[in-house]
T-cell receptor, first 111, second 112 residues
Framework: GEDVEQSLFLSVREGDSSVINCTYT??????LYWYKQEPGAGLQLLTY?????DMKQDQRLTVLLNKKDKHLSLRIADTQTGDSAIYFC???????????FGTGTKLQVIP | KAGVTQTPRYLIKTRGQQVTLSCSPI?????VSWYQQTPGQGLQFLFE???????NKGNFPGRFSGRQFSNSRSEMNVSTLELGDSALYLC???????????FGPGTRLLVL
């Protein structure tokens, strides 16, 4: 079955890099996503990567995908206090809008 | 372009009642999906609609139902509410089956 796992909590100092990790099980996944959720808010799509890619960079965000190990990571460079939120990893299949989410990683940025 | 809107934003109901939540997708988007978010179960897929047809359904009891109208707006209904239905209900829309979803702010439902 489908399962997406993440560590629950990460604490970093402002200005450092954050790395949030995720593992997934569904080998048919074609899209892998990172969403951000701030308190009391919905989900904001940060970035996504196709399963045939290894890396994607978007400003301060770098996504790395190891398809063999089914491991996905999100690196946030120069982490700011405004980056404090819960980050969800998610997987989906092309042609289907059903997305399976991980448990979420709460990122705490210490000033 | 306006984002996905959901109404109401907050709702309090009692056990046994029924509730209808509404979602208006981004203009031009034809696909709407619903998710339930709870502290215990996380984010779980409820159902997906495209052009008024339900394409996918998650593992929820029949008390949870939905529909989509010709203007792509969608509603979900929960009948005979239980305490465990207290959750944030999120709606997402996309412009097509192969496109990325964008989420609304959610409706927070509290069942007493």
């Amino acid at each position: 079955g489908e399962d997406v796992e993440q560590s629950l909590f990460l604490s970093v100092r402002e200005g450092d890099s954050s790395v949030i990790n995720c593992t997934y099980t569904d080998s048919s996944s074609t899209y892998l996503y990172w969403y951000k959720q701030e308190p009391g808010a919905g989900l904001q799509l940060l970035t996504y990567i196709f399963s045939n890619m290894d890396m994607k960079q978007d400003q301060r965000l770098t996504v790395l995908l190891n398809k063999k190990d089914k491991h996905l990571s999100l690196r946030i460079a120069d982490t700011q206090t405004g980056d404090s939120a819960i980050y969800f990893c998610a997987e989906g299949e092309r042609g289907y809008q059903k997305v399976t989410f991980g448990t979420g990683t709460k990122l705490q940025v210490i000033p | 372009k306006a984002g996905v809107t959901q109404t109401p934003r907050y709702l309090i109901k009692t056990r046994g009642q029924q509730v209808t939540l509404s979602c208006s997708p981004i203009s031009g988007h034809r696909s709407v999906s619903w998710y339930q978010q709870t502290p215990g179960q996380g984010l779980q897929f409820l159902f997906e609609y495209f052009s008024e047809t339900q394409r996918n359904k998650g593992n929820f009891p029949g008390r949870f139902s939905g529909r989509q109208f010709s203007n792509s707006r969608s509603e979900m209904n929960v009948s005979t509410l239980e305490l465990g239905d207290s959750a944030l209900y999120l709606c997402a829309s996309s412009s097509g089956l192969y496109e990325t979803q964008y989420f609304g702010p959610g409706t927070r439902l509290l069942v007493l």
